[in-house]
């Protein structure tokens, strides 16, 4: 068979002819050869170090820095005024689930999706 027919490869989303096609013990399906011999895996490897590459002059000073100030967010939480009421919108530190807070009864004392306590400096 001379031209074959292309199927699209799963993992790495590249077209490949259908008999070249391996299964991979690893992603427990079918590969195309380039995932199958593991090249794309490096490519991606390569493409999170560089988007974790951090930007010149970047140095200690600048990690502690940024963990203090993460910490200090997540310490304070996120609240917001309701308009036209008293109670206030909060956003958990842990996941990100928005509710009301009552800050006169002082309730939720906890996040009602993960049951993280709600930040002191509210309540």
């Not at 170090?49 to 820095?65: F, I, Q, R, S």
Request: hydrophobic residues 25%.
């Amino acid at each position: 068979m001379i031209g074959g027919i292309k199927a699209k490869c799963r993992v790495c989303g590249s077209f490949a002819s259908s008999d070249q096609f391996k299964l991979h013990y690893q992603y427990r399906m079918m590969v195309c050869p380039s995932c199958y011999s593991g090249k794309t895996a490096s490519d991606k490897e390569k493409k999170k170090v560089e988007e974790n590459k951090k930007p010149a002059g970047w140095d200690e000073v600048d990690v502690y820095l940024s963990k203090v100030s993460h910490q200090k967010q997540q310490e304070k939480g996120n609240f917001r005024n309701l308009m036209g009421s008293s109670l206030l919108e909060c956003t958990c530190t842990g996941c990100k689930y928005v509710f009301r807070y009552d800050p006169v009864r002082q309730t939720p004392h906890t996040c009602p999706y993960c049951d993280m306590e709600v930040p002191k400096g509210r309540r």
